[in-house]
Every structure is written in structure tokens, then in C-alpha cells.
Nanobody
Framework: QVQLVESGGGLVQAGGSLRLSCATSESIFSFEKMGWYRQAPGKQRELVTTITRGGIIHYADSVKGRFTISRDNADNTVYLEMNSLKLEDTAVYYC?????????WGQGTQVTVSS
């Protein structure tokens, strides 16, 4: 059973930084794509950033230049470095992965940006 475990969320002031981690129970290369998604209160879950097995990265326009996705192959971990955080970045952040048409999700980690 695939497990994705996020960590690193918390409370941060606007303009600050946080780094989220997503540890997987399997090799990150077993997935066609991995990424980060977020869901703010009253809103639908939205894509933040993804990275394919081949290393192609996509960012939502709202986070370009502020967020960076990276991965550690040896530790089977994907990271999300978040800088210049804004109030509107407040959300539950989910790690997601996909392969063979199946999506997997972590339990989510709360990120709260305060003024």
C-alpha cells in the first residue's frame, strides 16, 4: 500500500518561509508524477507544483518564483520550499502521486500564514 507522509507545516508570518516534506513508502521513480496540492477553506483543491519522473516541473502561476519543488531520490522524499509566503497561501497542503491512472494522497499538513 502506497503511503505518502507530509511534514513541515505550521504557522509563519507573511514574507516568511517554510519547507514541506513528503516521504513515500516506495521509490519516487515508481510514480509517473509527484506533486503538491493545496486546499484553502471553502475552496477546491488546487495544484501547486508537480515534477515528473523525468524531472519536468510545473508550477501554478500563483507560486512561480516563490515556491520550489525538489526531490531526494535516496530518501524517497519530495520537498516544497516556500518563500515569500502570502496570506493567500494559507491552506492544507497535500502531497500527491500518480501511476497507471491511480492517484495517491497524503493526509495533508496545515500551513497558516499570518499578517
Amino acid at each position: 500500500q502506497v503511503q505518502l507522509v507530509e511534514s513541515g507545516g505550521g504557522l509563519v508570518q507573511a514574507g516568511g518561509s517554510l519547507r514541506l516534506s513528503c516521504a513515500t513508502s516506495e521509490s519516487i521513480f515508481s510514480f509517473e508524477k509527484m506533486g503538491w496540492y493545496r486546499q484553502a477553506p471553502g475552496k477546491q483543491r488546487e495544484l501547486v507544483t508537480t515534477i515528473t519522473r523525468g524531472g519536468i516541473i510545473h508550477y501554478a502561476d500563483s507560486v512561480k518564483g516563490r515556491f520550489t519543488i525538489s526531490r531526494d531520490n535516496a530518501d524517497n522524499t519530495v520537498y516544497l520550499e516556500m518563500n515569500s509566503l502570502k496570506l493567500e497561501d494559507t491552506a492544507v497542503y497535500y502531497c500527491g502521486s500518480s501511476r497507471y491512472g491511480v492517484n495517491y494522497w497524503g493526509q495533508g499538513t496545515q500551513v497558516t500564514v499570518s499578517s
